[in-house]
Structures are given as C-alpha cells and as structure tokens.
C-alpha cells in the first residue's frame, strides 16, 4: 500500500514538473517580435560620428523597454540595423532588404538624402518610415507613412529668430552656410523662408559641396560680407574666426568636442537651437539613460543617439494606445490624435498647418547659449507655442 502510495506521489510530482516545463515553454512563445528596420550610416566619418552611437542607444532602449503589451499580447522589439552610409543608394538598398527579405511595418532612414530615396518603395509598401532632417516637402498628404519624431527645424528656426531679434536687436543681416545635401538645405532654407518675418536680411547662402577640407576660401568670402549672424557648423566657423569674424554664430548642436576643437573663446555666446543631451534642463530620465549608455560605451553623449533612442520609446508608445502592431490606418489615426506620455513628456503629433498632414511629432523648444564653457539655458517654448509660431511664421 504503501509502495504504491509512493509512485502515485512521484508520479504527481513528474507530471507537475511537466505541465510546469510546459507551461513556460508556452509563456516563453506567447511573446511575439515586432520588427522594425533601422538604416544608419555605420561605416565612415558619418558611422563614426552617428550611426553607431545611435545603434548602442538603440539597443540599450530596447532593454529598457523590454517586453510591452498590446491588446493583451505581449511583444518584445527585433531591430535590425543596416549600413545607409546616409546616402540615397543605402536609403533604397537597406529599404528594399527591410521590406521584402525581413518583411517589416517599421522603419528609421537616418539621413535626409536616404530617407529621400526610400521614400516611393515605403509608401507604395504602406511601411511607416522615420526620418530626421528631411526638408519639409518630403511629408504631406500625398505621403502618409512618413513622418518625422525628430525634432524638426521648421519649427525650431523661429524660435531661434524670436530669440535673437528680441535680445539682440541689433542683429540685422544673417549668412547660411551649410552642406550641399537634403539636411543642409533643410537646415538653411528654413531660416531663409523664416528670416523675412522677423525682418531680418539674408545677406549670403553657401550650399558647402560635400567632402570638401578647404574652407578658407569660403570662409574668407563670408568675412567680407561681415553677416551679424551666421548659420554654420563649427568646422566653417573656425576658419572665419581665425580670419577675424567677431560676428554672432548659431547651430541646431553641440558638444563639448565642439569647444575643445574651435577653442571656446570662439564659441562664446554661440546658440544652440535644436535638443540636445546637455543643460540642467535635462529630464531626469534621459540623464540616466545616457549616463548608463556613456559607462557602457564610453565617449560623448551626441544629438543623435538621444533621437533615436526617443523615437523607439514612443513607438512603443503609439502601438500600447492604437491596441494593433500591424494595422497601419489604426495606427496614424492614434498618432493624429492621441498625446504619449513619454521621457520628455506628454507630447503629441502636429503639421497639418505646414505640411498638410499631422505627421510630425511637436517637441519643447529652447535656446542654449555656450557661456563659460557650459550649455546655458537662455529661452524656451512650449511644443504648442513653437508649433503655433511656426505656423504664423511660414503661412
């Protein structure tokens, strides 16, 4: 009796280790991947300077973020990551393998030239792309799926123009120098349609061809012409400061590289008018994260990692309140109308006044001045505001 007592006991045990084993089995397959399909360029200067901190920004997201659920299913993120080489070709190349070899509904193009070209194949795909820097007739009605999370320089530009005509009035004339490429002429032709509104006069604009190292020339003309302000990155500002330009200078980014490489007597003053990962104005969870992604990676926090990175928390975001990963319509319409919560707060989507349609995400806007060697902040707006004087800006 007692013998058999025993096996009907080990017996129970066996099968309860079995349907146990069984059962996280199941649990482990009930969590489903959604892809999604990064291309950044990974390989050359631009590799170096932004697709690869983007990539470990990335992949580090995605552990925090971890498992999310939507409507009652639990999903974790595949990223897969290619080489655009920010060039048109890469754009086509990594969105062709994206859409019919991984067969994803997501996509981040980083690169305005890339984004561009891929653009005909993701729409006539129904995929939803992410691009930043991509000059505002890349969106619209005709194009549905593509939008914009990044902050947009459409709606950065005037403030920067309320900023410099309220404090320094005495800035009348503005130069533009930027590269030759879709993200240079967004940068530049956004202060060229904004400038008029606030009276002031564009006196130059230079479109920098592509890999070219000998800026003096240019840089000796830009003198001449002695703008009050100038649009520039810091590589055609050295030279001008070097030549003797004592004028004032603003530009979408920063980093303590950029001091350390121009030599901060020249950068003082400088304005900064895009997000960026310095300031004490910085949200306690971005800090965090990038102070964890700096110990794992090392090297300096850039604008671009902190994009990225923003954009996969808020799509997590988008699909957790649309309720589907897969229904593309369900989707935008939870985009066009709903506001996320998110790590730089609540935000929500916008651009119907300016491009027709409400697919660009509206972000806080400030100024930062580089002051003593530190990222000062000097102005800011609510997304609302920044939006709302966009739109009387360019009407």
């Not at 995929?127 to 505002?136: R, S």
């Not at 609510?382 to 739109?391: C, G, I, K, R």
Request: aromatic residues 12%; glycine residues 8%; charged residues 20%.
């Amino acid at each position: 009796m007692k013998w058999w007592l025993s096996v009907v006991i080990i017996a129970f045990f066996y099968l309860a280790l079995f349907i146990g084993v069984a059962c996280k089995a199941e649990e482990a397959e009930e969590v489903k991947e959604v892809k999604f399909g990064w291309g950044l360029p990974l390989s050359g200067a631009a590799g170096a300077l932004l697709g690869i901190p983007a990539k470990q920004a990335l992949e580090l997201a995605n552990e925090w973020i971890g498992e999310f659920t939507v409507a009652g299913e639990r999903y974790r993120w595949n990223l897969l990551i290619e080489d655009n080489m920010w060039t048109g070709a890469g754009g086509v190349a990594t969105a062709t393998k994206f859409i019919y070899e991984d067969g994803v509904k997501f996509m981040t193009q980083s690169g305005a030239d890339a984004a561009g070209a891929a653009q005909t194949i993701v729409e006539e795909s129904g995929v939803l792309m992410d691009t930043a820097a991509a000059p505002m007739e890349f969106f619209g009605p005709d194009e549905p799926h593509s939008i914009q999370i990044s902050p947009t320089y459409l709606v950065d530009t005037p403030v920067l123009f309320k900023y410099v005509t309220t404090t320094y009035p005495e800035v009348k004339t503005i130069a533009i120098a930027m590269a030759d490429s879709a993200f240079g002429h967004s940068v530049g032709e956004a202060a060229i349609d904004a400038a008029p509104y606030f009276g002031l006069d564009v006196v130059a604009v230079e479109w920098i061809p592509v890999g070219v190292t000998e800026l003096y020339p240019l840089a000796t003309k830009l003198v001449n012409i002695n703008p009050d302000l100038i649009i520039c990155d810091v590589v055609v500002l050295k030279s001008m400061r070097e030549l003797g330009y004592k004028g004032r200078t603003a530009y979408i980014s920063w980093g303590e590289s950029y001091g350390e490489y121009i030599g901060y007597e020249y950068y003082q003053d400088a304005m900064i008018y895009q997000p960026n990962l310095y300031g004490v104005d910085l949200p306690h969870e971005v800090r965090a994260f990038f102070v964890e992604l700096e110990q794992r990676y090392g090297g300096e926090p850039t604008q671009d990692p902190y994009f990225m990175a923003t954009t996969l928390f808020l799509l997590t975001k988008v699909l957790e309140k649309a309720g589907t990963v897969d229904d593309m319509d369900r989707i935008l319409e939870t985009m066009h109308t709903e506001t996320f919560d998110t790590w730089i707060g609540p935000v929500h989507f916008g651009g119907e006044e300016l491009i027709g349609v409400n697919n660009i995400m509206l972000w806080p806007a400030a100024i930062h001045e580089i002051r003593e060697e530190e990222y000062t902040p000097v102005f800011e707006m609510s997304a609302d505001e920044a939006y709302e004087l966009a739109v009387e800006v360019y009407k």
